[in-house]
């Protein structure tokens, strides 16, 4: 029995040889075993283009039989396209990014591309880092590239605009002539923020900023500010945590120093927020939302864990992600340069770092070095 089943599988590899080139496989092999034209060929292997589901069939199976594999950087040399959209981001630990680098990879594929990630350590903001990054991405040959970094994002755009690159800012606003961004309506999630928190009865609301310098900080607080000027308020305290979990953190603790404390906080990230919150309970001894309110940005999927129950406003991310790939295949496609300012809206997520709407906070004595609190529904 063996025997037979070894003579045979040598029968058909003596076959198979037969039929194989003696030279390296090419496009044009494959093309003349499955009876096809090589543009046929090349169709089957490009995703989403358009080629019957039985010429694809033939190609496959022939490529299988001579042990064809379609030669990316030649079809890079020949269209003058690699297929591949570079995606730059500061840093990874807040899950806003990885979850957003998840959902373009993937609606990009759909599309026929592939992605290139780029992680800066978010402090490379001289020219010769920025003209750095940029020779490294054009090597590579992109055809586009999105831009979620906070600090790179205004120098590293206008560079890649220079050298002929369509770029997408994700998650920024920057004055760069010609370049498409898609952003949240951060003016309006920091007004939601400092609405929800006036009407929980909070008297002296604080803010922790991220990255000074950053269209997102700015905005968050500009519609912060606004909305707490409107109602005759203005922001008790304020500390700097730079988008970054040690440093807010540390922010919350400076907060904290003394008596005469916030009883709200709000945070310009959920990240932030996250680290915020451990602080305030584990290190301070406070009680959430009853010693202090807690607001973040983002929604991102941590803020709905247990631990955390974090009240935030929410981005929408996955709008976000659509506008920001549609505009660039768009222009790659069409070659429609119509620059794009696309901002979505927020919406405000209630959980259990803020009392359930309907109530308002009476601040009442104890015989403690803190006084405490009491949610009293309105009447």
Known sequence: MLAWLWERLQRQAREAEKQMPKHAVTLTDVAQLAGVSRSAVSRAFTPGASVAESTRHRVLEAAAKLGYRPNAIARTLATRRSRTIAI???????????????????????????????????????????????????????????????????????????????????????????????????????????????????????????????????DREQGFRDELRKHGRRVFARAVGHYNFEQAAQAARELFVGTDVPDALFVANDHMAFAVLDTLRNELGLRVPDDVAVIGFDNVPQAAWGGYRLTTVEQDLELMTEAAVSILINQLSNGDDTVRQVITPVRLITRETTPKPGTVRQRVRSSGARGHTRDKARP
Do not use: W
């Open 88 to 218: 730059v981001v500061s840093y990874l630990r807040n899950q806003f990014y990885p979850l957003f680098v998840e959902q373009s990879s993937q609606l990009l594929k759909k599309y026929g591309y592939h992605v290139l990630l780029f992680v800066s350590d978010g402090h490379e903001t001289a020219k010769p880092e920025v003209d750095e990054l940029v020779m490294e991405m054009m090597q590579h040959q992109v055809d586009g590239i999105i831009l979620a970094s906070v600090t790179l994002s205004s120098a590293l755009a206008k560079s890649c605009q220079m050298a002929g690159v369509p770029v997408v800012m994700f998650n920024r606003v920057a004055p760069v002539p010609g370049v498409h961004t898609v952003a949240s309506d951060n003016v309006a999630g920091g007004r939601l923020a400092a609405r929800a928190l006036i009407e929980g009865g909070f008297e002296r609301i604080a803010y922790i900023a991220g990255l000074e310098d950053s269209s997102t900080n700015r």
